[in-house]
């Protein structure tokens, strides 16, 4: 397996534009997590779900953030409007359901300028 | 919520030396997961260990969950085991996330 897939890498970006980051979870897994990164808070997560379906969304930051799981295969993190202090490294992260190991994708690098 | 505690928050070594990592959390959890985030960032798996003790290669580790923490263990350490060292745990009871602690930064001088 390819393991979690996330896109872009890397994505530089202006206050208020819309950004989406992109998630293909490990096929066969039913969990799906968006973490977010930085120096002062360390790795916390934004929001995970449980067959597609959102269980825990008290970590999204505001209202400019929204996430959502189409189908088992893919998932989106969307900030709208973007601002400065949303640049973070994003994660994704799948599991194959409670309580069973998580698995990480490389991040995407996100700098709103 | 939970606390997660690692420590210590640094640690420099020299190539060859032996170390180990601390992770103490605040209550009982259903999982525990050690993570090594490489110098590139990449978040990678290095145990599973609710309870008990595993072994892979140089590192291994121990979760005693009755006293409430966990300790990862790299013996005769190479350059390539610099990076930031984190615990991760889910609860026992309530949501479903892992919860991760601050990290150790280790440093391997060749």
């Known amino acids: 397996d390819a393991g979690v897939i996330q896109s872009p890498r890397h994505e530089v970006t202006e206050m208020g534009q819309e950004v989406t980051l992109r998630c293909k979870p490990i096929?066969?897994?039913?969990?799906l997590f968006w973490y977010r990164q930085t120096m002062m808070r360390g790795l916390e997560l934004l929001i995970y779900f449980n067959n597609n379906v959102p269980i825990d969304d008290s970590g999204m930051p505001e209202d400019r953030f929204s996430a959502k799981m189409p189908n088992a295969s893919f998932s989106t993190l969307k900030i709208q409007p973007s601002e400065p202090r949303d640049s973070a490294v994003y994660f994704c992260?799948?599991?194959?359901?409670?309580?069973?190991?998580?698995?990480f994708g490389q991040g995407t690098r996100l700098t709103v300028v | 919520g939970i606390q997660v505690e690692q420590s210590p928050p640094d640690l420099i070594l020299q190539e060859g030396a032996n170390s180990t990592l601390r992770c103490n959390f605040s209550?009982?959890?259903?999982?525990l997961q050690w993570f090594h985030q490489n110098p590139w960032g990449q978040l990678i798996n290095l145990f599973y260990i609710p309870s008990g003790t595993k072994q892979n290669g140089r590192l291994s580790a121990t979760t005693v969950a009755t006293e409430r923490y966990s300790l990862l263990y790299i013996s005769s350490s190479q350059t390539t085991d610099s990076g930031v060292y984190f615990c991760a745990v889910v609860l026992f009871q309530g949501a479903q996330k892992l919860v991760f602690g601050q990290g150790t930064r280790l440093t391997i001088n060749p």
């Open positions: 992260a799948s599991s194959s359901g409670v309580n069973t190991e998580a698995f």
């Open positions: 096929s066969g897994h039913n969990s």
């Open positions: 209550d009982s959890v259903n999982n």
